[in-house]
């Protein structure tokens, strides 16, 4: 679903990443685990089409929508749905209108029908007309990935969602992504430097030095890490 | 709409705004180059020693207007003086209205000791001050919360003023230095009515005065031209970007620096100041005695300035709205657009003036020329920069992840900016065209070379009228201008500063 090969991004003279690879199968979670500034946001970027890579390609189901230096479809016609770190959240619409955003093609009848069931699942039922303001962190939590999971797109991108929250909070999370995805069957990349959400993945994709250094899941990442790096982050 | 038309809406919107500047601003510069006609004025040392003087006289308002307005833009800004809101407010007035008219204000308060250049220096210093305290204050409210929390634990308010507050709103100062500097170099009719012989009007007398030789005025604001391409390149290399990065009230709030034993002393001298600049308004007040006079002769001059200055504010925002989301965003070919827009505010209002003639004047643009569609496209021209600088820094404040997950939510550019830009920056947008039409009332100096017959501005009908009409008319047109300009400012508060939702 997801295919970036030998891509390179950077700022200045300098790159983040170098002879780049990773690929997300469809309908499978990948989580992109690395420590802070090794170029995890930027491959969100890159693949959201807000950055464009200095070579190498990067294709969503098959199409050619990034290569070098070019940026061939726009962020707004890729089909992918994002959760921000900081969430995004339109500080002006309701939680509804948040929603309902990315639906303008559709009548309200099919938005209600799009977005009922997602507010329902996720508990947003009595706040639709409420402002993001006007929500706890976690509520505002499951407008974001509510929001993004209303596009049905064909691949949902998650930049460290849960990076400012405590523990238990952190714990119920994970445990209704794990739950949404498996349900929706979607192709997931999740971002994360952190080792507790890493089992959110089928697959587990570790970033060393500007690149992908091993892929596989947790099990064979722990039973046969590929360098002292991974040695370390899972012992 | 078209899938191509709808990828590439950004750069289409980007492309129509620049051209709109380029038509009204770049237009009138480039046709001033090509002129060859009247160079002989140059080799006359008068030429030189006008234009010598102008500079030393904005260089003197600038000094006058940065030692009053720096430290008392700190204490209004971040310090506990008594009333320092209301103070602010008394304070900045003056800058909203034309400096003839504070020049008119303080002939009446200290009489003939003013017709000279340390009268006008004076003058000018004091009504460019607020410029200088204004953007200073905004400058320190908008430094990081942070940086002054850490600076608290181990410092008095004054350390905390000089050492963290200042250096970091430096980009403020200096953007009030080349704004006070131009202000004051194109300066027009306070000059005139002191009898100070300046460079705009030398210009403006072979336009339309005793010296009229129009080839003569073209050549004498030629190097002045490039006076105003060096002070563009100062404030790209020194500001740019910066400015705006300062002036966003990144601050939030925080309480105000304690100045201790400090707090009725300074107090004082911020609400002496307020005073002195609010003292030529009054004056005008008192030697009006009502508006019944201008009444009497105002006749459409008040209707032209409004209309004049709201077209034109409106033409900036919606220019600067395009401009300044991508100078914000740092699109390809907006900051050539920024940089145009800056040449041409720091281009003295003389030259801009002629630059106009020049390309306007002429049988097939009549239509524009002999209406007041001419003042709108010289206020355009000239405060362009005001909607995009604003716009961009109202932008820069909104987390560009806002626009990210409307775009990867399926959202175009334009839908972008009207739904989620412009409702969360609507405040800032309408403090834009705020601004924008109070430029526009004041304005007396790019107006006054050519406005229509019967078209002219408020501020020229006092211009004119000040030399031969009655002191008491003169003073009631006065105050009718400073109405006018309080209302708007009044009423644009309420629109702008009422309280936002959540």
């Known amino acids: 679903m997801i295919d970036l090969d030998d891509v390179e991004f950077g700022h200045g003279d300098g790159a983040v990443l170098r002879g780049f690879e990773l690929h997300v199968g469809t309908g499978r979670s990948v989580v992109l685990l690395g420590p802070s500034g090794s170029g995890k946001t930027s491959v969100l970027r890159l693949i959201l089409g807000f950055a464009t890579p200095r070579r190498g390609t990067i294709r969503i189901a098959g199409e050619l929508v990034s290569s070098a230096r070019t940026i061939l479809v726009p962020p707004e016609e890729r089909g992918l749905g994002v959760v921000f770190q900081d969430l995004a959240l339109w500080p002006h619409l309701t939680v509804r209108d948040n929603l309902t955003f990315g639906l303008a093609d559709l009548a309200e009848r099919e938005q209600n029908e799009r977005i009922a069931?997602?507010?329902?699942?996720?508990?947003?039922?009595?706040?639709?007309?409420?402002?993001?303001?006007?929500?706890?962190?976690?509520?505002?939590?499951?407008?974001?990935?509510?929001?993004?999971?209303?596009?049905?797109?064909?691949?949902?991108?998650?930049?460290?969602?849960?990076?400012n929250l405590d523990a238990p909070l952190k714990r119920e999370l994970l445990q209704l992504f794990r739950e949404l995805f498996r349900e929706r069957q979607a192709t997931v990349l999740y971002v994360t430097h952190s080792l507790d959400e890493a089992a959110l993945g089928d697959d587990i994709a570790v970033l060393e030095n500007g690149k992908v250094a091993q892929q596989g899941s947790l099990d064979e990442l722990r039973a046969a890490p590929s360098s002292d790096f991974i040695r370390q982050l899972f012992s | 709409m078209g899938g191509t038309l709808r990828r590439h809406q950004g750069a289409i919107a980007l492309w129509i705004a620049g051209a709109f500047v380029a038509v009204a601003a770049l237009a009138p510069l480039l046709a001033l180059v090509s002129t060859t006609e009247g160079l002989a004025i140059w080799a006359s040392a008068r030429s030189w020693e006008l234009l010598a003087r102008s500079l030393g006289i904005a260089v003197a308002v600038t000094i006058v207007a940065l030692a009053i307005g720096v430290p008392i833009g700190v204490l209004l800004g971040r310090t506990d003086v008594v009333g320092r809101r209301a103070a602010w407010l008394l304070h900045a007035f003056g800058m909203f209205l034309p400096p003839l008219l504070l020049a008119l204000g303080w002939f009446h308060l200290v009489g003939s000791m003013l017709f000279n250049a340390v009268g006008l220096v004076a003058t000018l210093g004091l009504a460019f001050a607020p410029v200088a305290t204004s953007l200073t204050a905004l400058g320190v409210m908008g430094v990081d919360a942070a940086l002054e929390e850490a600076a608290r634990v181990t410092a008095r308010p004054w350390r905390i003023a000089t050492r963290i507050l200042l250096p970091a709103a430096w980009p403020a100062v200096a953007l009030a230095s080349i704004v006070v500097s131009v202000l004051a170099f194109s300066e027009l009719g306070a000059p005139m009515f002191l009898r100070v012989d300046v460079f705009p009007a030398a210009v403006f007398a072979r336009l339309g005065g005793v010296d009229y030789a129009p080839g003569e005025a073209f050549a004498l604001i030629l190097p002045v031209l490039l006076l105003a391409l060096a002070v563009t390149a100062l404030e790209r290399r020194l500001i740019g970007r910066r400015s705006y990065a300062v002036l966003g009230l990144r601050g939030g709030s925080r309480p105000p620096l304690q100045l201790g034993r400090w707090r009725w002393p300074l107090t004082l001298a911020c609400w002496g100041i307020a005073m002195l600049s609010i003292a030529p308004v009054a004056a005008i007040a008192l030697r009006a005695g009502g508006l019944s006079d201008a009444l009497r002769w105002a006749e459409t001059a008040p209707y032209n300035s409004i209309v004049t200055a709201g077209v034109a504010a409106t033409l900036i925002v919606a220019v600067g709205l395009v401009v300044g989301h991508a100078v914000a965003r740092r699109t390809r070919g907006a900051a050539w657009v920024d940089a145009l827009a800056v040449l041409v505010f720091v281009t003295p209002a003389s030259v801009l003036?002629?630059?106009?003639?020049?390309?306007?004047?002429?049988?097939?643009?009549?239509?524009?020329?002999?209406?007041?569609?001419?003042?709108?496209?010289?206020?355009?021209?000239?405060?362009?920069?005001v909607g995009v600088r604003v716009v961009a820094a109202v932008v820069a404040q909104i987390p560009i992840h806002f626009e990210e997950a409307a775009a990867a939510s399926g959202a175009g550019y334009l839908r972008r900016l009207g739904r989620i830009v412009l409702p969360?920056?609507?405040?800032?947008?309408?403090?834009?065209?705020?601004?924008?039409?109070?430029?526009?009332?004041?304005?007396?100096?790019?107006?006054?070379?050519?406005?229509?017959?019967?078209?002219?501005?408020?501020?020229?009908?006092?211009?004119?009228?000040?030399?031969?009409?009655?002191?008491?008319?003169?003073?009631?047109?006065?105050?009718?201008?400073?109405?006018?300009?309080?209302?708007?400012?009044?009423?644009?508060?309420?629109?702008?500063?009422?309280?936002?939702?959540?």
Request: charge should be positive; charged fraction near 20%; aromatic fraction near 8%.
């Open chain 2, 353 to 385: 003036g002629v630059g106009l003639i020049a390309v306007w004047n002429r049988g097939a643009t009549e239509l524009v020329y002999r209406t007041l569609a001419i003042v709108v496209v010289g206020f355009f021209a000239r405060y362009a920069i």
């Open chain 1, 117 to 163: 069931p997602l507010l329902e699942r996720l508990g947003l039922r009595a706040m639709e007309r409420r402002y993001p303001a006007e929500l706890s962190g976690g509520e505002r939590q499951r407008v974001a990935i509510a929001r993004a999971l209303a596009l049905e797109p064909r691949a949902i991108l998650l930049d460290e969602p849960l990076a």
């Open chain 2, 424 to 502: 969360l920056g609507a405040r800032g947008v309408a403090f834009a065209w705020l601004l924008a039409l109070v430029f526009g009332l004041r304005d007396l100096e790019t107006a006054v070379l050519f406005y229509p017959p019967g078209g002219e501005p408020l501020t020229v009908r006092i211009f004119t009228l000040e030399a031969n009409g009655p002191e008491r008319v003169v003073a009631s047109l006065c105050l009718l201008q400073a109405l006018i300009t309080a209302g708007a400012l009044a009423l644009g508060s309420l629109l702008v500063f009422r309280r936002a939702r959540a």
